[in-house]
């Protein structure tokens, strides 16, 4: 025999007095658990022409209404179905059950009572009257009516599929509330492959088994459950909204909306589908449209406490928020007496004075209330709501879960991790509580770094360094930034920076930070109120920590100063914007290629993009619009216009409204003005590069093209390249030549041989290919790139110049000629010309490190110490281990004669070369040019113990 712990139950079935006629409707009840509605309703109605009606068949009946959201026949059904078998247990419990569902909880009250008062033992009845007990804030006497479920599991150990199916439901229920962890493991385990065994078309054990893991936030298991299920019943609504809430609680709002829909083809006014629906809106900022959708699923169900709390969070976002009087007042609500005594003329108040008459202690509405206001960024709103669920319901993890994660999103990390014990104690199951504590745990063992405006946490271990210099960037840039915005935050800014740990990667630490899971698409990001990022010692590419930093840091200015009202793209437009590079030339091939198309985003579907991008170039493209979209508004009005944007959403304008007061011109005007300057800014894009970003033909479309027109050597030669790419040498090889008989100077024809001699260990014959296919006055990009890269190779460094030089005439800012030609210059030793190339190639790639060390060293040479500190700082930016970098700081800082800070660098860069002869030696003339010769005593005689015949050190110590 097996035994329950504790209780669960899912309200569906035949209650045991009515099992009598289950083999005649076996048929009917396959239609109906295959989701062939109709056809188990004709099965039905066919019965009825040879045999009475049974309670059986009137539950069957409504069950298949039920499915199609047809609510009123359901209960007509079964209403009938009572007054003809007023002593049938299980059709009471079932309209108990229809009538609950649509909140007629009186009604329902009513039907459970005849129904127990029949049979004792009757389990929807049971379920029904626990769920009637927790909606009108009963809660200890919930409490037992779930407990009933384990005590009945244990008594009567039953087998029929629908019985163990509403045991999971009640069973899980007081195991969230009696923190027993185990039942939810035995349901998954047991209970419901027990009820498949029993009857392998009961898709709803899959439903609830998935729906469970889901709530635990493992979507990766609930999702196979949810499609198991379907594959029993590709017509359940119910399966398709959970499905739906999978993928919005990953933020696939576009599979989110496509899921409900499918649940509402199937029951037009199905509630939990509607939830979804207007979860998506929502989350998308259309308030009103959720509100719509929200005001169906209330017609069914007026009290479901779901609906009520996302329509709470809809009155709040559109009517404005209530004081803390107010708020106080409308909570005592809960403590009244006669709680619709109470007057508030809101929405948002009567709302919530008549919830207060039927439930005083609504946990559930509170907390997802709370969650509503925390991902529009109201956290004290947000944080009022979680503790009210908590001190109403204190039995709930969610809230405490809720909570706990809400304090790590503002930066309260110690009262956090307290919480969040808590709630794995109660819930041990949640993936997102389990990994924050991990991190929590990660994250007390951090060095913390404090400073006038900002507090740092590093991995003493490896980012002990790159810590003190993040510190020291911050301090720098806060001043310029809190002018320009105009705001400063009231408190310090708090930045977790994320190291390897454990076996786990910097960036599944710092996506567990801000998600509670192991993956995001960033590298940083900021809830407002803290940043965290992914250690730039930590990660495969390099990264310019200075730039994250920067960008976060304008996140956290514009997101306060707006009280989170700002949205999404215009925080990453000002973001972006305030980065201090120009648009990358990998974002310009993007424009070009997209905008002819019209593959863009509009103000309304960018945020998305952030969100849960379809691509990771969509993701990319919502940055490049959004920064695009803050350059055109200056371009209507001025810098200024984007301070006026900020002052309208801290007034808690949309969009629209900001845009018609900043611009004086509505949204659609605006948007047309805006894709106007898109294509003007794509037409400013230089030629090669947009040609570079041509979409490839297929080789079929470019023999199509061949054939039309053989005589054409341009169609030859473009054929020719597309066999040499599908691996046709000899092919490719004969159509080149063709294509050169037509026309010599036939650049694909020349490129394609080129490679071939190359593939043939000739270079000399390819470069003659290509001399003679390089047309100086409009060069080729093709021919430019193989030949350029050929004379370097040769080490003709002045012919490879001169032909890099040709196309930077047209094509300036393309970061290829640019590396390609600082690459001759450099071997050439011209520095005069080998320094704006440098300058420009740090200006175009934000990431490399190389040029602007060699910019350093130049400038160090010239004794330009200003411009070596300067660039030799950018490139710290990027590899704060590099020891040269720190080398070149000491020695541009002792060239200013700042001989503290020289000694700082040197002493940093031995840190990580502790043996470097030249860096100690360094570190002893700085220490003696700063006036210690105690310490540079000590210095070069600890060098010289090790190296006695360097010659420098001798020298310096004699004059000590």
């Not at 801000?514 to 803290?530: E, F, N, Y």
């Not at 040498?729 to 037509?742: D, G, H, I, V």
């Not at 290509?770 to 006055?777: F, Y």
């Amino acid at each position: 025999m097996r035994y329950l712990l504790i209780g669960i139950v899912v309200a569906w079935g035949i209650s045991p007095v009515s099992v009598r006629a289950a083999e005649e409707v076996s048929a009917e009840r396959l239609h109906l658990q295959k989701g062939r509605y109709a056809e188990a309703l004709e099965a039905y109605d066919a019965l009825l022409k040879t045999e009475k009606l049974t309670p059986q068949i009137a539950i069957g009946r409504s069950q298949c209404f039920q499915a199609q959201g047809k609510w009123q026949d359901a209960t007509t059904t079964l209403e009938s179905a009572t007054k003809e078998f007023p002593e049938d247990a299980g059709a009471w419990a079932r309209l108990a059950e229809v009538q609950f569902l649509q909140g007629r909880f009186e009604q329902a009250d009513a039907a459970v009572d005849k129904s127990l008062k029949i049979n004792d033992d009757t389990p929807l009845a049971r379920m029904i009257q626990a769920d009637l007990l927790a909606e009108t804030g009963k809660i200890d006497e919930a409490d037992a009516a779930y407990r009933w479920f384990v005590q009945y599991y244990n008594r009567v150990q039953p087998t029929d599929a629908e019985t163990l199916v509403l045991v999971a439901r009640g069973a899980a229920q007081y195991a969230r509330w009696n923190s027993v962890s185990q039942i939810f493991s035995f349901v998954i385990n047991t209970v419901c492959p027990d009820a498949l065994e029993a009857d392998t078309n009961a898709w709803q054990a899959y439903h609830f088994s998935g729906s469970l893991l889901l709530e635990k936030y493992n979507r990766g298991q609930a999702v196979p459950e949810f499609r198991s299920a379907l594959a029993i019943n590709p017509r359940s609504a119910d399966v398709y909204a959970e499905m739906a809430r999978a993928a919005a609680q990953d933020f696939e709002l576009d599979e989110a909306r496509e899921f409900a829909d499918r649940a509402l083809q199937i029951a037009p006014n199905h509630v939990a589908a509607l939830q979804v629906r207007s979860e998506v809106e929502f989350s998308e900022g259309k308030t009103e449209a959720a509100l719509a959708t929200l005001q169906e699923a209330l017609k069914v169900n007026p009290r479901d406490q779901e609906t009520l709390a996302r329509t709470a969070a809809c009155y709040l976002m559109l009517d404005g928020f209530p004081s803390d009087e107010s708020l106080a007042a409308l909570l005592a609500a809960f403590d009244a007496e006669k709680p619709a005594d109470m007057k508030d003329e809101s929405r948002f108040g009567k709302l919530v004075v008549d919830l207060a008459t039927v439930n005083p202690r609504p946990g559930k509405f509170f907390t997802l209330l709370g969650e509503q206001l925390e991902s529009k960024r109201k956290f004290a709103l947000s944080e009022r709501c979680y503790k009210f669920a908590m001190q109403r319901m204190p039995m709930l993890a969610e809230p405490q879960t809720a909570l706990g994660m809400l304090y790590m999103q503002i930066g309260r990390v110690d009262e956090a991790g307290v919480i969040l014990d808590k709630a794995f104690d109660l819930d041990p199951y949640h993936v997102r509580v389990s990994n924050m504590r991990k991190v929590i745990k990660v994250l007390s063992g951090y060095e913390t770094i404090t400073t006038d405006h900002f507090v740092i946490r590093v991995d003493s271990e490896f980012d002990k360094v790159l810590g003190r210099y993040m510190a020291e960037y911050l301090e720098e840039e806060y001043g310029k930034l809190v002018k320009q915005f105009g705001y400063e935050p009231p408190t310090r800014t708090h930045f977790e920076v994320y190291n390897k740990s454990q076996g786990l990667s910097a960036h599944q630490w710092f996506s567990a930070r801000m998600v509670g899971l192991p993956w995001i698409q960033t590298i940083g990001a900021s809830t407002g109120l803290i940043v965290a990022l992914a250690s730039p010692t930590a990660v495969e590419e390099p990264f310019n920590w200075a730039r994250v930093l920067r960008h976060e840091f304008v996140h956290i200015l514009t997101l306060q100063q707006t009280h989170f009202n700002i949205p999404h793209w215009f925080t990453e437009a000002l973001a972006v914007r305030n980065e201090g590079y120009p648009r990358s030339q990998t974002w310009n091939l993007m424009l070009a290629r997209r905008v002819p198309r019209d593959e863009i985003m509009t103000l309304e579907t960018i945020n998305q993009a952030f969100i849960k991008p379809e691509t990771p170039e969509d993701w990319q493209m919502a940055y490049c619009q959004s920064e695009i979209y803050a350059e055109y508004m200056v371009k209507l009005a001025g810098e200024e216009s984007l301070g006026k944007m900020l002052n309208a959403y801290r007034d808690n304008l949309d969009t629209a409204a900001a845009i018609q007061r900043v611009f004086g011109m509505d949204q659609a005007a605006f948007e047309k003005g805006y894709r106007a300057y898109l294509d003007q800014t794509v037409a400013a894009i230089p030629r090669p590069a947009s040609a570079d970003n041509v979409q490839p033909k297929t080789l079929a479309e470019l023999e199509k093209a061949f054939r039309a027109d053989p005589d054409n050597a341009t169609a030859r030669g473009e054929y020719a390249a597309g066999l040499l790419e599908a691996g046709q040498f000899k092919q490719a090889r004969k159509f080149a030549n063709s294509a050169l008989k037509k026309n010599s100077a036939e650049p694909q024809a020349a490129i394609v041989l080129a490679q071939l001699e190359i593939k043939g260990a000739n270079p000399a014959q390819a470069i003659e290919y290509l001399n003679e296919a390089l047309d100086e006055e409009n060069p080729h990009p093709g021919v430019v790139k193989w030949l350029g890269q050929l004379q370097l190779k040769a080490q003709n460094y002045a012919e490879s110049a001169r032909v890099y030089e040709l196309i930077r005439k047209e094509d300036a800012e393309n970061v290829e000629w640019v590396k390609m030609l600082s690459v001759a210059y450099l071997n050439l030793g011209d520095t005069e010309k080998l320094k704006p190339l440098l300058k420009q190639f740090v200006e175009l790639e934000f990431d490399q490190i190389a040029p602007r060390k060699k910019l350093a060293a130049v400038y160090l040479s010239e004794k330009n110490y200003d411009e070596a500190l300067h660039y030799a700082k950018t490139a710290l930016y990027i590899d704060v281990l590099d020891v040269e970098v720190h080398r070149l700081l000491g020695e541009a800082y002792a060239g200013k004669k700042q001989y503290d800070r020289a000694i700082e660098e040197f002493e940093v860069a031995l840190e990580l070369k502790p043996e470097d002869a030249d860096l100690t030696y360094k570190l002893g003339e700085a220490q003696h040019q700063a006036g210690d010769n105690p310490a540079a005593e000590k210095t070069l005689r600890g060098l010289l113990l090790k190296h006695p015949k360097h010659t420098a050190a001798q020298e310096l110590l004699k004059k000590l």
